[in-house]
Every structure is written in C-alpha cells, then in structure tokens.
C-alpha cells in the first residue's frame, strides 16, 4: 500500500515571493512520483513528474521538485509566485508498473499582491 | 491536441435516481481511470480499465457500474444515488506502455445529488 501526505492545507505567499510545498510519502515498493494542479473549476493538470535519473525536476510554469529517497519526500518549489498561481496542487504516486494514482490531500496556494 | 472529454459537465438528479457519465480518451490512450473528487477532498480512485477488462478497482460503491467500450470510451454508471455521491468524477486516461502515473484528466462531471 502506498501514501501520500501534504503537510500543508493551505500556503498564503505574496506575489514574488518563493514557496514551497510539502509532500511525504509512504510505500513498500518503488514509486513514481508527481504533482498535479489544479484550477478552480478545472480539471487536474500535470505539472511535472519524477520516474527515475536527476532528482530534480523542473516542470511547468516555473516550478521543480527534489525527490529525496531517504526522507521519502518530493517537495515542490518555485523561487516566485504568480497570482496566477493561486491553485490547488496534489502531490500523487504510483507503484513501478502500474498507472493507478493515489493523492494526497492537497494544498491550496494562495498567493496575494 | 485533443484532451480527454467528458459528459455531460454537469448533472443533478435526486437521491434515488440513476446517472450515467461518458467519458472519451485521448485517441490511442487505451486505459482510462475514474476518479470521484467530494467536495474539498483530494481525488480518490474508483475503478480503471485497458483494452476494455477492468485493470484496478478502488473504492467503487457496489451502487456503481462501470465499462469500456471497443472505441475505448468509458461509460460509469450510478444507481440508488444518494446525496454523498455528490462530487466531481474525473476521467483520465493514458497509454498502457510508458503510462506510469502521467495520466490525461478530463475537466470532470460536477453530480449535484438533491
């Protein structure tokens, strides 16, 4: 069994300001990991994913994400924010060989002027 | 590009009842997933399909239906609806070989149960 866990429900930032998002996750077997934003009023988009190599990786829009085994956790981060920006993101997994997401519960960005 | 359609978008229907959500995958994606979405919830799996057998099931109420067709679409079928199936059911797809999680979401079916 796999899971996710976001720390944060919510994150207010000021427009320019850096922010991080925080994901853990939990699995017996080795994971892809991802993240997915979404909008109000839309559906989930990919904003980039680790499956193996770097540990860091760059998505859409700006931001990346640093896969760290040993503490099994795939923070997102991006260096500043948009009003724009202002989304819900899930941090999500999948076991090698299988498609099946498993989310966490989210956290709203809420970036201010 | 062409994305994953759903319908209809929206849908209300009293407790009781029967709802249907259709949902048309990215051409040549041959595994399409369900996902139901309550309100401030994180998305949680129902039930997935490829090349038109059930390939994963999640926490689908019995009360529910699902299939595949042989142009891949995928139809979820709901019954004895209850005001808890209120949601967002999201549709997703992608292909078998070199999926590993990078699914294609649909915009999602909002059900309003009354």
């Known amino acids: 069994a796999q899971s996710v866990t976001q720390l944060d429900s919510q994150v207010p930032v000021f427009e320019e300001a850096p922010v991080e998002l925080r994901c853990n996750y939990s699995s017996s077997v080795s994971v892809y990991l991802f993240w997915y934003v979404q909008y109000p009023n839309q559906g989930l988009q990919l904003l980039l994913k680790y499956l193996s190599g770097s540990t860091l990786v760059k998505g859409i829009n700006g931001f990346e994400a640093e896969f760290n085994k040993s503490q099994t956790s795939f923070h997102l981060r991006k260096p500043s924010v948009h009003i724009s920006d202002t989304a819900e993101y899930f941090c999500?997994?999948?076991?090698?060989?299988?498609?099946?997401?498993?989310f966490g519960k989210g956290t709203m960005l809420l970036v201010s002027p | 590009a062409a994305g994953v359609i759903q319908s209809p978008r929206h849908l209300i229907k009293e407790k009781r009842e029967t709802a249907t959500l259709k949902c048309y995958p990215i051409p040549r994606h041959d595994t399409v997933y369900w996902y139901q979405q309550g309100p401030g919830q994180d998305p949680q799996f129902l039930i997935s399909f490829y090349e038109k057998m059930q390939s994963d099931k999640g926490s689908i109420p019995d009360r529910f239906s699902a299939q595949q067709f042989s142009d891949y679409h995928s139809e979820l079928n709901m019954s004895s609806l209850e005001l808890g199936d209120s949601a967002l059911y999201f549709c997703a797809s992608s292909p078998r070989d070199g999926g590993y999680g990078v699914l294609t979401f649909g915009a999602g079916s909002r059900l309003t149960v009354l």
């Open positions: 999500a997994v999948s076991s090698s060989g299988y498609s099946t997401l498993t």
